[in-house]
């Protein structure tokens, strides 16, 4: 299996498309003015206990204040709270060690019996927020990299459950214990397994620098007494995240479209894998990469309440404030000759694969219940339930799957982090604005050559790259004499038609040589963008 990543970094979101052997299996949008923030870690103050809850309501800086359970204090609490003590103002120094004979924290207590209201703590997010919740927090810090993560506070070695070979875990384990310094923990994780010791060295160094540069933000914080709350942490942006954590030998290459973010990707490739760096490639192709790439399409097909697969089959994904429920149909799909039973199997094992494939996709999280085709044969069922979790090993969040029930009901929980993903496929009208009256289409090419006049003859741009529908496009470039070709003599342009699958029939849209939007505020306001 070959994976590639697709960033198309627009200018007010950045969207990013991981393909399996050319099959988009995860996709992620972004707002630009928007960050990732799980990771983020805070220097902040109590805002509020709640004494119903065992919990605390904690100012990050969001638009709600983020939540703190008591048992979400963790098991190191009392080594992070001495070793603030120790910080005082900011004008010394603590090493770990010092704070390690701390006793572990009491999980039977009580939140209104730990914090008081302003106090300063260390906190970082683990959930997203969301709807109308905000962000989940925690006080047990952890910092990942490529092959490990960093636990501050703590000597304690972990390896992934995921590395069956008893005697690498030893190795592993053996390995960390000779190159780590005292007070830090350490999960080791499964891509590690087979890894040299001068890998490990490099990630683990990479992950202590960051610890430093943590506390040294809260020295100065306190030592300028700085407003809470303060940000010591920021997680790499969404696309170097994805790729630290899906970075492996089966990716072939990394595509982006835009010059900084391809510079950030470089960067960090460089440092955590170099001999990796050549697959990060500037994409500078005129056609949109989701296009070239034939992303656009699969988006279009894989969202959206109904989903069709192999045959005819089709999904249909319902979400409800609770959970989400997935029907499984069969369509119109031809009987097979073995029977319904054979029938029924098939489709739904077909479900079970893009099931998966749809769990990844949207980012669905919480309680999934899937509603399958009935069965007689307790074979068979085994053999659907075999199927799911063998489809789901790929899938990082955490999950269970529990077997069908008599009902034919599979349920799964997923780990939920962020909002599950919801994009539109259907296309508004650009030119009616939803009355459900147009312009005949056939003058549609007069209202762009008026356009093409306006900024030709007023404005003075005259080479510039024209954005349609992929069916105008062939329209405008059709024959010898094309319309494309008429303006360029008309008006002595150097224009380009582009065409682009993510534009609605009627829709256009202008940009310069440079590939900056040429955007209208009001009829004859051009601006760029």
Request: charged share 25%; hydrophobic share 40%.
């Amino acid at each position: 299996m070959t994976s590639e990543l697709i960033v198309d970094a627009a200018r007010s979101e950045v969207s990013i498309a991981l393909l399996e052997d050319k099959r988009l299996v995860e996709f992620q949008r972004e707002v630009r003015q928007e960050h990732f923030s799980v990771g983020n870690i805070y220097l902040a103050k109590v805002h509020k206990i709640m004494p119903g809850l065992n919990a605390c309501f904690v100012n990050v800086g969001h638009e709600r204040d983020a939540f703190l359970h008591y048992l979400d204090l963790g098991t190191r609490y009392h080594a992070l709270e001495k070793y603030l003590q120790l910080l005082g103002h900011g004008d010394r120094t603590v090493p770990l060690e010092k704070v390690l004979k701390e006793p572990d924290f009491d999980k039977e207590g009580s939140i209104q019996n730990t914090l008081k209201v302003g106090q300063e703590l260390l906190v970082q997010i683990v959930k997203e927020p969301i709807n109308t919740k905000g962000p989940r927090l925690t006080t047990e810090l952890s910092l990942a990299g490529r092959f490990l993560v960093l636990i501050p506070f703590s000597d304690k070695i972990s390896v992934s459950t995921k590395i069956k070979s008893s005697a690498e875990r030893a190795r592993l384990k053996q390995l960390i214990r000779s190159i780590k310094p005292k007070g830090f923990g350490v999960i080791i994780r499964t891509v590690a397994e087979g890894k040299r010791v001068a890998e490990l060295d490099n990630d683990l160094g990479i992950l202590i620098k960051r610890w430093e540069k943590v506390v040294e933000m809260v020295r100065i914080a306190r030592a300028h007494q700085q407003k809470l709350p303060i940000l010591a942490f920021e997680e790499s942006s969404r696309a170097v995240a994805m790729l630290r954590d899906l970075l492996n030998p089966t990716y072939e290459s990394v595509y982006i479209n835009d010059e900084r973010i391809y510079q950030e990707i470089r960067d960090y490739v460089s440092l955590i894998a170099p001999e990796s760096v050549d697959i990060v490639k500037h994409y500078k192709g005129i056609v949109p990469i989701f296009d070239n790439f034939s992303v656009t399409k699969q988006i279009k097909t894989s969202f959206g309440k109904s989903v069709t697969y192999k045959h005819g089959a089709y999904l249909v994904i319902e979400q409800t404030e609770a959970l989400h429920v997935i029907d499984v149909n069969s369509g119109n799909r031809s009987k097979s000759p073995d029977g319904q039973e054979a029938n029924a199997l098939d489709v739904n094992l077909g479900a079970a694969d893009e099931i998966a494939r749809q769990l990844r996709l949207r980012d669905l999280g919480g309680i999934i219940v899937v509603d399958f085709i009935d069965m007689d044969l307790p074979e068979n069922r085994q053999k659907l339930y075999e199927r799911m979790v063998e489809n789901l090993k790929q899938d990082r969040a955490r999950h269970n799957i529990l077997p069908l029930s008599k009902f034919g009901l599979m349920q799964i929980t997923r780990q939920r982090v962020r909002p599950a993903m919801s994009v539109s496929v259907d296309e508004g009208c650009p030119t009616c604005g939803g009355q459900g009256v147009i312009k005949s289409s056939l003058l549609f090419t007069d209202t762009l050559e008026e356009k093409v006049h306006m900024m030709v003859e007023k404005f003075h741009i005259k080479r510039f790259r024209l954005h349609v529908h992929p069916f105008v496009a062939a329209y405008l470039n059709q024959g010898v004499f094309s319309i494309k070709r008429h303006w360029q003599m008309k008006y002595g342009l150097g224009v380009r038609i582009i065409p682009n699958q993510q534009l609605a029939y009627l829709q256009y849209e202008f940009y310069d040589e440079k590939g900056r939007e040429i955007s209208m505020k009001q009829e004859g306001d051009f601006t760029k963008s």
